[in-house]
C-alpha cells in the first residue's frame, strides 16, 4: 500500500518535471562543520557550491534550514534531512549526524506539504493536516505533553482532529498554525520564557502541551514564522505580528503585537537578534540589528533609512540594484534576499563561516550580490533562498526551451 | 564585545562536552565548563567562531562538593518509533 503510494509520487513528480521542462540547481554555503551544507564533507565553504547529492531525490519544492541540519521536500511530499542529527532532528532512528541527503523512512507513504527545521528539532505538515516532531524535546519543544528527545518523527496527537497548515520551529520553541472555517489559531510549546510562545501575559518557562497564543481572534492567519526566542505571523490582510524576545533592548513581548506601519507585509523572516520583513511592493525593511561584534553604542549600518514611525526600529533596507525583492530568508546573524528581475541572490551581515557566499570571511553593513555563475548565459526563472544559523542554501529553476 | 548574557540556569549541561552550553549563531555551542565556573570564570567560548557569551551565576553556587549546583534542564535521547 505505502509502495503504491510511493510509485504514484514518483511518477507524479517525474510527469510534472517532464511537462514543465525546468531545471534545477541546487547551492550551499557557510558553515558546514555538520554535513549540513549537502556536500559530502565536513567543513565550511566561502564560496556556494553546486549540490549534486540531491539529484538522485527529483526536484526539490521546499528548504528548511535550521542549527546545523537541513529539511528538503520534494513536490511529491517526499522528505529528506542531513546535518546534525545528535539530538534525532533528522528523524532516521538514530541519533548521529548524516552527510548526505536521506529519505526520512518513517514518513515515507505520507504526503509532507511544509516542514521546519529549527536549532534542533524538526516539524513536519502532511496534506491530511498531521503534524508530526522529531528531535530535542528538553524544552517541550516536540508537543508530545512531555520533554522527552525522539529520533523518529512522532504525531503530536494534541492536533490529531484538526487541520494543521504549518509548524515554524525556532531555537527552543514551536509554533502550530491551524486554520479553521471561521477562524485561525495559533498554538505555541516548548521554552516560553522570552514569551515567545504569546500564551499568557506572564513570566512562564516551558511547555509541552500545546496552547492556543493569544490576540489571533478573527484574524485571518497567512504564515506562522520562528527563530531563536522570537516568534511571528503574517496576516492576510498584509499585518506583521511579533512576539517573544525584544529586537531593541525592550522589554521581551509576551503577547503577539502588531508592528505598527502604514506598510503592508507579505513575508517575515527571522533571526536571532533582527527581523527581515518584505512588502508587497517588494521593499525589505528590517527590525533589531545584527548582534555579532558590534561595537557598543548606537550601530547604523549603511543603506538603511529609518521609516516607521515606532521609534525608529523599522528601517529600510536599500541597495538592491534599484530592483524589488521577491523573497527573503534570515539566518542567525546574516540575512539573504532573491531579487525580481533576474533571479539575483544578495547577501549581508556576519560572514565569519562564508555564509554570505562572497567568497571570503567578511562581514557586511549591506547587501551583496552573491556570484552564482554555472552558465551564466542563462537566466534563472525562479530563485529561493533559505538560511540556517550559519549557513545559506538557494534554489534555483531554469526553463529550458523546448526542442520542438 | 559578549554576544550575549545568558543567566545558567538557561545553558544545558552537556555530557560528552562536560561543560554548561548553549547554542552559538554559527550552529555550534558556547561551552564553560565546571571547573572554570568554580574560579570565577564567566566567559564561555564557541569553539568554531570567534564570539562569546557572559555567564550569570552565582559562583557560591559552584564552590565546595557538598553544595548541589544549579541544575540546568538535561536532555534525556530516547528512542522512539
Known sequence: MIDEKNKVMEETERIKSREEEEEEEIWSWGAGTEGQLGTGKLQDEHKPQLIHSLSSFGPISHISCGGAHVIALTPGGRVLTWGRGTSGQLG????????????????????????????????????????FTSGDGSFGQLGHEDYISRCSPAQVLHFKARHVEQIACGMRHSLVLLKGDTEDLIYGFGSGKRGQLGISDDKLKSVSTPQVTLGFENVKIRSVTANGDHSAAISMNGHLYIWGRSFHGAPDVYTPRRVTADLLFSQVALGWNHALVLTGDGEVYMLGRYNYN????????????????????????LDFNSTK???????????????????????????????????????????????????????PCVGRVYCGSGFT???????VKSSS | MSYDDVEIEDMEWNDELQSYTYPCPCGDLFQITKEELKIGEEIARCPSCSLYITVIYNLEDFLGDSKKPVEPSKQQPVAVA
Not at chain 1, 107 to 125: K, M, Q, R
Not at chain 1, 300 to 312: C, L, Q, T, V
Request: aromatic share 8%.
Open chain 1, 294 to 317: 558590534v561595537p557598543t553604542g548606537a550601530q547604523k549600518a549603511n543603506g538603511m533609512n529609518h521609516i516607521s514611525e515606532d521609534e525608529g526600529v523599522l528601517q529600510r533596507v
Open chain 1, 92 to 131: 532516521h532512528g538514530e541519533m548521529v549526524n548524516c552527510l548526505h541527503p536521506k529519505s526520512v523512512e518513517y514518513l515515507e507513504g505520507i504526503f509532507i506539504t511544509h516542514a521546519s527545521a529549527g536549532w534542533n528539532h524538526s516539524g513536519f505538515v502532511s496534506d491530511t493536516g498531521y503534524v
Open chain 1, 325 to 379: 525583492v521577491v523573497q527573503i530568508g534570515a539566518g542567525a546573524e546574516h540575512s539573504a534576499v532573491v531579487t525580481a528581475d533576474d533571479g539575483s541572490v544578495m547577501t549581508w551581515g556576519w560572514g565569519e563561516h562564508g555564509q554570505l557566499g562572497l567568497g571570503d570571511t567578511n562581514d557586511q553593513t549591506g547587501p551583496r550580490a552573491v556570484s552564482l555563475c554555472n552558465e551564466p548565459s542563462r537566466k
Open chain 1, 393 to 399: 542554501f538557494v534554489i534555483r529553476t531554469y526553463t
